[in-house]
């Protein structure tokens, strides 16, 4: 299986940081790769697929980038609005797997 | 719009089997792959396995392999998670989702199941 290494595992940052969330993949995945928001209570919700795609209606402050084995999510400016938990998901080989997620908190 | 909508919460006691379902709207059901996905209390999101609605070809991961089956009904749109003896340990929410030919994932809404004597 591919292991989805993703750092850090908590976050605390003020509205208006820049907040990075990075996944490393324990072999080449190319740019399959998706990233989630999930809010408590509530079904993960896809903001980034294909590495760098920004899903349609998702705001414009979240990207993402990489290839390979090294991949970057990015809030360019953190909003009340964004504390959640946010994974990786690689579905390059099966099984698809998931990084361990990102509690992100506002400070 | 492509939605696929996901039966109701369930209560069980251990050993009793299980089906939930996953139906899909808004695009070509038989085109797209379903896969599910377990999310236990408190904890990550965990890939299971998926079914080609076409030929209804499976995948699992070897975690969940024989412990649980996937089929489908492309009559009715419909993707199935099916267990024959649950365990406490089956505890958690369980959602499908399917990548259309944009990239983009749709998910369902999640299906809480709760095994408990």
């Known amino acids: 299986d591919i292991q989805m290494t993703q750092s850090p595992s908590s976050l605390s940052a003020s509205v208006g940081d820049r907040v990075i969330i990075t996944c490393q993949a324990s072999q080449d995945i190319t740019n399959y790769l998706n990233w989630y928001q999930q809010k408590p209570g509530k079904a993960p919700k896809l903001l980034i697929y294909d590495t760098s795609n920004l899903k349609t209606g998702v705001p414009s402050r979240f990207s993402g980038s990489g290839s390979g084995t090294d991949f970057t999510f990015t809030i360019s400016s953190l909003q009340p609005e964004d504390i959640a938990t946010y994974y990786c998901q690689q579905y390059d080989n099966l099984p698809y797997t998931f990084g361990q997620g990102t509690k992100l908190e506002i400070k | 719009e492509v939605q696929l909508v996901q039966s109701g919460a369930e209560v069980k006691k251990p050993g009793e089997s299980l089906r939930i379902s996953c139906k899909g709207s808004?695009?070509?059901?038989?085109?797209?792959?379903i896969s599910w996905v377990r999310q236990m209390p408190g904890k990550g999101l965990e890939w299971m396995g998926r079914?080609?609605?076409?030929?209804?070809?499976?995948d699992y991961s070897p975690s969940f392999q024989g412990h649980v089956t996937i089929s489908v009904d492309k009559s009715i749109s419909t993707a199935y998670l099916h267990w024959s003896s649950l365990k406490a340990s089956d505890t958690a929410i369980y959602y499908c989702?399917?990548?259309?030919?944009?990239?983009?994932?749709?998910w369902g809404q999640g299906t809480l199941v709760t095994v408990s004597s």
């Open positions: 808004g695009y070509t059901f038989p085109n797209y792959l």
């Open positions: 079914i080609d609605p076409g030929d209804s070809y499976t």
């Open positions: 989702a399917s990548r259309q030919y944009t990239g983009d994932w749709y």
